[in-house]
């Protein structure tokens, strides 16, 4: 089957950065996306940044310009999440996401464990 490892949180002051960084394995075909989503306390899971097969990207508005999604060029299906100018409201448990086609399975939704940011003084 399919793993999503996750890495890279932590507890960041604001003004900081972190870099989050998703490993997908497994009988894998094709990956059509992958990328991240956040969800707070009492909040919604929501969509953080994806990136396409192409490596097109999109980003929530609220992360535009301080974070950046990127694919690891040498290690296959490894994606990073880059976050500057960490916000107290980025505090949030991240999922990795991968929308992939593996030899048992069409096209479908895997998702890691998650791993909590934090951003606090």
């Known amino acids: 089957q399919v793993q999503l490892v996750e890495s890279g949180g932590g507890l960041v002051q604001p003004g900081g950065s972190l870099r989050l960084s998703c490993a997908a394995s497994g009988s894998i075909l094709t990956i059509n996306t992958m990328g991240w989503y956040r969800q707070a306390p009492g909040k919604e899971r929501e969509l953080v940044a994806y990136?396409?097969?192409?490596?097109?990207?999109?980003y929530a508005d609220s992360v535009k310009g301080r974070f950046t999604i990127s694919r690891d060029n040498n290690v296959k299906n490894t994606v990073y999440l880059q976050m500057n100018r960490l916000k107290p409201d980025d505090t949030a448990v991240y999922y990795c996401?991968?929308?992939?086609?593996?030899?048992?399975?069409?096209?479908?939704?895997?998702w890691g464990q998650g791993t909590q940011v934090t951003v606090s003084s």
């Open positions: 996401n991968a929308h992939l086609r593996t030899r048992e399975n069409w096209y479908r939704d895997y």
């Open positions: 990136i396409t097969s192409d490596g097109s990207t999109l």
